[in-house]
């Protein structure tokens, strides 16, 4: 069964980077996009980006402009493991951080992760 | 640059009622929306995609409609494990969620 399972709680003083994982299994790794999608408390889901897996084109990514220059999407495919790195954390990054993927090429998601608590606090 | 609202914001109903909820588009999106069912402290789960697909696995009770700007999600019984967020997402380009709508049973 397809699974994508995420790397542990983290917490980040402002102006620090956090990387978080993404592992997927029960699929071929590199025939599906993976999207980042965050959800602040209380609030509403925000897309993020969107990284490519494939050989094709190594390591294709598309981020949001909001996170342009502060986010980097890679992808491990010896171990099918998606990442997301955010650096310059603000306060406001304090969020829930999901792996998500693509359905058929399509911009929409068909698996989620269990989602990665973020707090960024001084 | 495509905006989605929701309606209601929220809602409460009694179990096996019909329930409604509304998604707008700013412009047209084709049939490029999906639905989403969040329940506390879980990720999405996705229950209908291109306006009227039913996710596999997802219940019947469960419908969508609409094209172009107008949207609606319908739960033709309400259950109690329906109580949940509810998101609408276009995909006509970059995806956007709508700020989504709280089903509670009364």
């Known amino acids: 069964q397809v699974q994508l399972v995420q790397s542990g709680a983290e917490v980040k003083k402002p102006g620090a980077s956090v990387k978080v994982s993404c592992k997927a299994s029960?699929?071929?790794?590199?025939?599906?996009?993976i999207h980042w999608v965050r959800q602040a408390p209380g609030q509403g889901l925000e897309w993020m980006g969107i990284v490519n897996p494939s050989g094709y084109y190594t390591d294709y990514t598309d981020y949001a402009r909001k996170f342009q220059g502060r986010v980097t999407m890679t992808a491990d495919t010896s171990t099918s493991t998606v990442y997301l790195e955010l650096n310059n954390l603000k306060s406001d990054d304090t969020a829930v951080y999901y792996c998500?993927?693509?359905?058929?090429?399509?911009?929409?998601?068909?698996?989620w992760g269990q989602g990665t608590l973020v707090t960024v606090s001084s | 640059a495509v905006q989605l609202t929701q309606s209601p914001s929220s809602l409460s109903a009694s179990v096996g009622d019909r329930v409604t909820i509304t998604c707008r588009a700013s412009q047209g999106i084709s049939s490029a929306l999906a639905w989403y069912q969040q329940k506390p402290g879980k990720a999405p789960n996705l229950l209908i995609y291109?306006?009227?697909t039913l996710q596999s696995g997802v219940p019947t009770r469960f419908s969508g409609s609409g094209s172009g700007t107008d949207f609606t999600l319908t739960i033709s019984s309400l259950q109690p494990e329906d109580c949940a967020t509810y998101f609408c997402q276009q995909f006509n380009g970059y995806p956007l969620f709508g700020p989504g709508t709280k089903v509670e049973i009364k």
């Open positions: 291109d306006a009227s």
């Open positions: 029960g699929y071929s790794f590199t025939n599906f996009y």
């Open positions: 998500a993927r693509d359905a058929d090429f399509r911009y929409y998601f068909d698996y």
